[in-house]
């Protein structure tokens, strides 16, 4: 069995700092194989955020998978950052590359940028892949032909059901890429809000979606801060939803998935432990 950590939205700038702490603790004892961060590590790129962020990712159990979000470009008061070099302050406290790659054990983890400085409409914080970085991920993702295929960027492939906030486009190429590579787990998050599926990518091909909430921030979106343990094991994903209440983190539900009849399927109802819930 391999164990998978997944969290997002830390946003240092607006991080509560009693949540992060108890975090760190619980990734600990978790002792995961590997963890994964999918973006918003800050506000606003500002350095002493970044230095926060960077800190606390250091606390977490290693090796990970580090992706920016939209958030870890520089605001419109920062023009010259934001347009012409919008990653150089997050590259300087997480590394240059935008898109890292993980191999090991098994797993082949592909990271994507999703985030733009600008663009030709209203929204910049939605989410576009760029034909450069779909072609590179496909071209990464057919390298390895065995173990768990992992996709991670930071805007959401599903929407809450009551929002019509936009998900990350354009949707049906990243659909045909991942039914094409038989993309196994898709890891993303932005919408603070957690949501867990078997998504049907075309071609008889269904993804494990794991859209993560925020881990620590103080942003919440009608749910408290959580994060998913992913459990990898042959033809079975397992994931634990883990959700702040009161003074830590706690498991709140089980998901399984199994690789069935050539695709993921959702094995049954997700069960809920209702002694965790958060009152
Ligand atoms: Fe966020
Ligand atoms: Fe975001």
């Not at 240092?12 to 108890?22: I, Q, S, T, Y």
């Not at 958030?71 to 010259?80: C, E, R, S, V, Y």
């Not at 979606?209 to 343990?229: D, I, K």
Request: neutral net charge.
């Amino acid at each position: 069995m391999i164990r998978l950590l997944h969290l997002s939205d830390p946003h240092f700038g607006a991080a509560d700092p009693l949540v992060a702490d108890r975090f760190i603790e619980t990734a600990r004892s978790l002792a995961p194989d590997f963890t994964f961060v999918s973006g918003d590590l800050t506000m606003r790129a500002r350095r002493a955020e970044l230095r926060a962020a960077r800190a606390f990712v250091g606390k977490l159990p290693q090796p990970q998978l580090v992706i920016p979000g939209n958030h870890d470009i520089p605001a419109l008061n920062q023009p010259f950052d934001r347009f012409f070099r919008p990653f150089h302050r997050y590259r300087g406290s997480f590394g240059h590359e935008l898109e890292p790659e993980l191999r090991a054990r098994g797993i082949h983890a592909v990271g994507m940028n999703s985030n733009q400085a600008f663009g030709f409409h209203a929204n910049w914080s939605e989410g576009r892949l760029s034909r450069e970085t779909l072609a590179r991920a496909e071209e990464r993702l057919a390298a390895q032909e065995t173990g768990l295929r992992v996709l991670m960027l930071h805007h959401p492939l599903l929407g809450p059901p009551e929002h019509d906030r936009e998900v990350v486009k354009p949707l049906p190429e990243l659909l045909s890429l991942i039914a094409r590579q038989q993309v196994d787990l898709v890891l993303c998050g932005h919408f603070h809000r957690s949501h867990l599926a078997a998504l049907p990518a075309g071609a008889g091909w269904h993804t494990v979606v794991s859209q993560a909430a925020t881990v620590c921030s103080t942003r919440l979106q009608g749910e408290p801060q959580g994060f998913h343990v992913i459990e990898w094991s042959g033809d079975r994903l397992d994931i634990t939803r883990h959700r702040f209440a009161a003074t830590r983190f706690a498991e709140d539900a089980h998901f399984t998935f199994r690789r069935d009849a050539g695709t993921w399927q959702a094995a049954d109802r997700p069960t809920r432990d209702e002694s965790a819930r958060n009152p």
